[in-house]
């Protein structure tokens, strides 16, 4: 239980389009869906809160209007990376919680991005 | 704004060998988790601990969370290669996490 997708898994873009980024949750009703950036070697960085039906709520320095958040439903949530370029190439990945009302986040496979 | 401070960020050891990976804050947590990152994946929950002065035991591996909620500990008793992975712990301040710096264990066979 508690699986958490994320499609796709890679993806090569170039500079200056937009990629979309799906993040399900499989089994279980996701109330509040978390969208992460990581770099090598490091500890994950919060880009932004979204919960269903609901405004996303971004991390100071995240910019919203680049980094498109919609949580359209309680099993899916998608970041779009606007107007790519290449200091957005990075490993993107989203969390879910809400399972059984508990707290715990539990997190997709991530999303490498790059930007050529 | 809370922080985790977690130690040691790198550590490498020989198959066998025992290690601690500790987690501390000035503030308190509600509940605090630690995951475990291979390269390219997301973090896979190991487990969460909730009531201060827990102590939680999955296999090989013993958790603890401080009494006073600030402090989380992971031992690995006799690592092996396959524990090999990034570390986190994280701390849950409502439905936020705020995670650890990370701390990347290679066992060496």
């Known amino acids: 239980g508690a699986v958490v997708s994320q499609h796709p898994s890679w993806v090569i873009c170039k500079s200056g389009t937009s990629v979309k980024i799906e993040c399900r949750s499989l089994d279980f009703q996701a109330t509040t869906m978390f969208w992460y950036r990581q770099f090598p070697k490091q500890s994950l960085m919060l880009m932004a809160t979204s919960n269903e039906g609901s405004k996303a709520t971004y991390e100071q320095g995240v910019e919203k209007d680049k980094f498109l958040i919609n949580h359209a439903s309680l099993t899916l949530s998608t970041l779009t990376v606007t107007s790519a370029h290449p200091e957005d190439s990075s490993f993107y990945i989203c969390?879910?919680?809400?399972?059984?009302?508990?707290?715990?986040?539990?997190f997709g496979p991530g999303t490498r991005l790059t930007v050529t | 704004t809370q922080l985790l401070e977690q130690s040691p960020q790198f550590l490498s050891i020989q198959e066998g060998e025992n290690l601690t990976v500790y987690c501390n804050s000035s503030s308190v947590f509600s509940s605090l988790q630690w995951y475990r990152q291979e390269p390219g994946e997301g973090p896979v929950l190991l487990v969460t601990v909730v009531t201060g002065g827990e102590v939680k035991k999955l296999k090989r591996l013993t958790f603890q969370f401080g009494d006073a909620r600030k402090d989380s500990s992971l031992h690995i008793t006799a690592a092996q290669p396959g524990d090999t992975g990034l570390y986190l712990c994280?701390?849950?301040?409502?439905?936020?996490?705020?995670f650890g710096e990370g701390t990347q264990l290679t066992v060496n066979p």
């Open positions: 969390s879910a919680s809400g399972r059984e009302g508990r707290y715990e986040q539990y």
């Open positions: 994280a701390g849950a301040g409502g439905s936020r996490l705020t």
